[in-house]
DNA sequence: CTCTTGATTTGACTGGATCAAAACAACAGG
DNA sequence: CCTGTTGTTTTGATCCAGTCAAATCAAGAG
């Protein structure tokens, strides 16, 4: 599996190193992560890199087409590899879980405002903000979001596609 | 019109003050400002208001439904006055001038993904990213974005309805 | 006018992210 | 296989948006 990231690496015109392996690693079990929890994670398999240095990373992974940058309101950033294929997310407002949903009506609608203002638009965002299952299941018993708060990223969740 | 933001105010059982009708004024002038330029726009009115007055005022604004908090990727958090009619935005990657667009396909579109995945979803975010017509215009001619840095908030436009 | 309660001020602090310079390693060429 | 160049990683400092807590102050009820 390591073959196809160095090839991509190279084809991105990015040296194939150590660290960037280990966090293409984390990225592929983990859909959506924060640096902080991708750092921690390649720790276990590198034990040397630096929180920065996952940074300097991600920034060129981002550059260089292999992972995309993705920034829910009220979080830290999060990175997934799902490149290319425009997929929107869902967000958890309870715990912050990331799911992937398709394009959600076919392809060009997505990309069309009624007014573009004289804008170039060349991405559409979308996002749906609402509660997922165990949220939901956790508000109806404890009256309140209860696992909440303690672990609002390292969790992930792929559906999508 | 400052009685209209009392009335408004008074029925979110805020009390009516003074930093929080002039932060109300300076919504009301700039329909898309960060945190920032509010405090430095709200002391030409009331010049003692602190910049931790702002985030407090804001807080309550929003907490009272008077006021929406927008958070576009890579850039501080911007506030906005429209509030119950779902519409969303077009983002210049340029100079990150923020436009309103009114919901993309009437109304419902918005609210459907295909795939909810267990997620009760409440709100669809949608986000334009492209470039403004200032900024395609810099772009052509000076060879690549020019006037962006500059300036990356203070300024916005309204558009949609 | 006075009192209560909520709002603002002040000042310190957090967490995510970026920057710059120095040490280091990948990989092309000999 | 060895060497040099150049892009990466490390180290450490720094920035910015935003938050928190205690003290001061003012809105509005009585």
Redesign the pocket.
């Known amino acids: 599996m390591e073959t196809t990231w ?1 090839t991509e ?2 084809t991105a ?8 392996l280990s966090v293409l690693g984390v990225l592929a079990e983990h859909p959506h992560v ?3 929890t991708i750092a921690t994670a390649a720790r276990t398999v ?1 034990p ?13 992974l981002v550059g260089g087409g292999l992972a995309r940058r993705i ?1 829910p309101a ?4 999060l990175y997934e590899l799902r490149v290319g294929d425009n997929h929107h997310h869902l967000v958890c407002r309870g715990c912050g879980v990331v799911a992937d949903v398709d394009c959600v009506v076919g392809q060009a609608p997505c990309l069309s405002p009624s007014e573009t203002a004289g804008f170039a638009v060349d991405e559409a965002e979308v996002v749906f903000w609402g509660l997922c299952a165990d949220c939901q299941v956790a508000r109806r018993t404890h009256g309140y979001g209860t696992n909440s708060t303690t672990e609002n ?1 390292a969790i992930e969740e792929g559906v999508g596609a």
Do not use: N
């Not at 015109?13 to 960037?20: A, E």
């Not at 040397?48 to 060129?60: D, R």
């Open positions: 160095e690496l190279r015109g990015l040296r194939v190193t150590r660290p960037r924060d640096a902080d590198h040397s890199i630096s929180p920065q240095a996952v940074y300097g990373v991600l920034k060129a920034e009220g979080g830290p950033a990223s």
